[in-house]
């Protein structure tokens, strides 16, 4: 685990690329790990941590309010889910599917809009994580909001740009985003963190010069977090 942030020395070289990729990586399974903890500041700091790199066009606090968004859609999720549980604790899942999900989308759209991502990142979001419980398929409007996020911490409106034929899809980078969720799911952290490296490596390779300054002050857990969570 990367509890620490790696230090600017040898800035935009290949060893300070991984390392800060995989400090990403980290970071975003700890922040899941919170969340299945009930942790919700802690998840805001790890969510925030990430979102203060890769989305290099923000200050520190406007891209703590876009992690926040997304912690507050967490959140909401996990009260919708509660109130379709039956007597016995099971989530009914077409009571699940008829539910209201618009405070879930009230923070996937304060996310996107204190990041600049495309509004249709919400609804796209949000679907996603509905369909992830109830059994639909969840993947495809999950990669294409992870396209539309990709697309401004790249500030590339164009990715994916595909050399040749076979311009459909979402690119490379949202489908390991999918396969981290797979691996959430499975609860497989080491493997979630090695998906999602490549990821963020693509971000920080792209920023070059203008990734924010890596510091002990980025928000960061002093003591190991073992990818044991529940």
Same mark, same amino acid.
């Not at 899941?32 to 805001?44: G, M, N, P, S, V």
């Not at 759209?109 to 109830?134: F, Q």
């Given at each position: ?70 912690? +507050? /859609?967490? #959140? ?8 379709? *549980?039956? @007597?016995?604790?099971? &989530? !009914? $899942?077409?009571?699940?599917? +008829? /539910?209201? #999900? ?8 304060? *996310?996107? @809009?204190?990041?600049? &991502? !495309? $509004? ?111």
């Amino acid at each position: 685990m990367t509890t620490r942030p790696p230090s600017n020395r040898d800035r935009g070289g290949s060893e300070h690329v991984e390392a800060v990729a995989t400090y990403m990586a980290d970071q975003l399974c700890r922040g899941f790990i919170y969340h299945d903890r009930r942790e919700r500041a802690a998840a805001i700091d790890a969510f925030a941590a990430v979102d203060a790199l890769q989305f290099a066009h923000l200050d520190r606090s406007t891209a703590r309010d876009a992690a926040t968004g997304y912690v +507050d /859609a967490l #959140w909401e999720k996990d009260a919708v889910e509660d109130a379709c *549980r039956d @007597a016995d604790g099971v &989530i !009914d $899942p077409d009571r699940l599917a +008829d /539910a209201d #999900w618009s405070a879930v989308e009230a923070g996937f759209r304060n *996310r996107a @809009a204190a990041a600049g &991502i !495309d $509004p249709e990142y919400a609804p796209l979001s949000t679907l996603a994580w509905r369909e992830h419980k109830c059994g639909g398929d969840y993947w495809t409007p999950m990669m294409h909001a992870q396209m539309l996020e990709l697309r401004t911490a790249l500030r590339n409106g164009d990715y994916p740009d595909k050399p040749r034929h076979g311009q459909g899809g979402f690119g490379p980078k949202p489908t390991r985003y999918a396969l981290g969720v797979e691996l959430h799911d499975t609860r497989q952290w080491e493997q979630a963190r090695e998906a999602m490296t490549p990821y963020f490596r693509h971000i920080v390779e792209e920023h070059g010069d203008d990734l924010p300054t890596v510091t002990d002050d980025i928000a960061a857990t002093p003591d190991p977090l073992p990818f044991d969570a529940d």
